[in-house]
């Protein structure tokens, strides 16, 4: 089992930039691949971007795509998600998701979550 603590989130301007950090204990983040979602209040949880265990492969939402990236540094037991550009309609609560071997857009693929940080994105 690993638990997962995402920080990072804030207000930020529009056309700025955040990055956030996944903080993966109890077992070697370098055994799972790992996801970032986003949700806002009554829409659902919405996939964000991916990457496989070793940092080799990664998987992007269209709507995120060449603004965010993902990486990871598994000697820390970290993952990250870099936004730059950032705009209103990317408010949201973002969280940080583990899952054995292979990675998948579908939240319920996902086997371990985090609590989520807010990241708010003044217009």
């Known amino acids: 089992q690993v638990q997962l603590v995402e920080s990072g989130g804030g207000l930020v301007q529009a056309g700025g930039s955040l990055r956030l950090s996944c903080a993966a204990s109890?077992?070697?983040?370098?055994?799972?691949?790992m996801g970032w979602f986003r949700q806002v209040p009554g829409k659902e949880r919405e996939f964000v971007a991916a990457?496989?265990?070793?940092?080799?492969?990664?998987y992007y939402a269209d709507s995120v795509k060449g603004r965010f990236t993902i990486s990871r540094d598994n000697a820390k037991n970290t993952v990250y998600l870099q936004m730059n550009s950032l705009q209103p309609e990317d408010t949201a609560i973002y969280y940080c998701?583990?899952?054995?071997?292979?990675?998948?857009?579908?939240?319920?693929?996902?086997?371990?979550w985090g609590q989520g940080t807010q990241v708010t994105v003044a217009s």
């Open positions: 998701a583990a899952r054995p071997t292979a990675i998948y857009t579908a939240s319920a693929r996902y086997d371990y």
């Open positions: 109890g077992r070697p983040a370098s055994m799972y691949a």
């Open positions: 990457i496989n265990w070793s940092g080799g492969n990664t």
